[in-house]
């Protein structure tokens, strides 16, 4: 069974940085890939970035990409997702979901095999 706890998410002013953490165990990192997705306010849910199991591929969205940055710590079986630059358009719950890799690239979440909680993450002045 697939087991994710995102935190680090809050209120931020634009151009502010905010640092995501996806805990999951040693297996699911070694077996799937990770992303993170956001969902805004009355938009569709959005594949912001995912890393290859084993960190070996990464993929951003065009709206993050030089902003944002996904890494892991294998010692503390995270994934982070580093957000600089903050806009008010990057406002919304983001999560971490764990699946095959090109699922998280071509946007097929129905697809993945699990989901965190969520985090709120709100860029306003």
């Known amino acids: 069974q697939v087991q994710l706890a995102e935190s680090g998410g809050g209120l931020v002013q ?4 905010l640092r995501l953490s996806c805990v999951a165990s040693a297996s699911t990192l070694d077996s799937y890939a990770i992303g993170w997705i956001r969902q805004a306010p009355g ?20 709206s993050v ?8 710590d294998n010692a503390k079986n995270t994934v982070y997702l580093q957000m600089n630059n903050l806009k ?10 764990a699946g095959h890799y090109s699922y998280l690239v071509d946007g097929k979440h129905n697809y993945l095999e699990g989901w965190g909680q969520g985090t709120q993450v709100t860029v306003s002045s």
């Open 14 to 17: 634009p151009g502010g940085s």
């Open 88 to 97: 008010p358009e990057d406002t919304g719950i983001y999560y971490c979901a």
């Open 43 to 62: 938009k569709e849910r959005e594949g912001v970035s995912c890393m290859s199991s084993y960190g070996g591929l990464t993929h951003y969205a065009d």
């Open 65 to 72: 990409k030089g902003r944002f940055t996904i890494y892991r």
